[in-house]
């Protein structure tokens, strides 16, 4: 968590990573925005009919409160976490004594899931859109990593 700057008339906020599902199935992975001293259930139930929400690639977006399901803090762990790990192998799910072929399907069946069209086509929100493609170049990038080093090692 980060406090972010305080302006005279605001409040400080914490950054505070959660997930949030909304009423159409969809779900966020982003930052809220919390004063000292409140509680996560209280920023959701107060007067504001939306709330500012970051999302994971930096963009803020406001998500109607009636839209919202469920909300609840992240605690790193799960495919959401792994996605943004250092090592190649966790975004993609695999052990590095997994076989080519396993490696390959892990990878193909997370492009399927993440993708920014399969998202377009789901009529989720543009800026979902764009954090889909986020996480497609990070899948992508962990694969040709993966590779690389494979091909190093033969």
């Not at 972010?4 to 400080?12: F, G, T, V």
């Not at 992240?74 to 192998?89: C, K, S, V, W």
């Not at 975004?91 to 076989?99: A, E, F, K």
């Amino acid at each position: 968590m980060r406090t972010e700057p305080a302006s005279p008339q605001l409040r400080p906020r914490t950054r505070v990573r959660v997930a949030m599902a909304l009423t159409e199935g969809h779900m966020l992975d982003g930052f809220l925005f919390i004063a000292e001293r409140e509680r996560l259930v209280d920023l959701v139930n107060d007067a504001r009919r939306f709330l500012p929400f970051e999302t994971i690639t930096g963009e803020f977006v406001l998500i109607a409160k009636d839209e919202i399901r469920a909300v609840r803090p992240f605690e790193g762990r799960g495919p959401a976490h792994a996605i943004f790990t250092g090592d190649p192998y966790t975004v993609l799910g695999v052990h590095s004594d997994d076989s080519d072929e396993a490696i390959k399907q892990a990878y193909y069946a997370l492009l399927r899931q993440l993708h920014p069209q399969q998202a377009e086509a789901s009529g989720l929100h543009p800026a979902l859109v764009d954090c889909a493609g986020a996480l497609t170049r990070r899948v992508i990038e962990a694969y040709d990593h993966i590779l690389r080093n494979r091909k190093r090692g033969r």
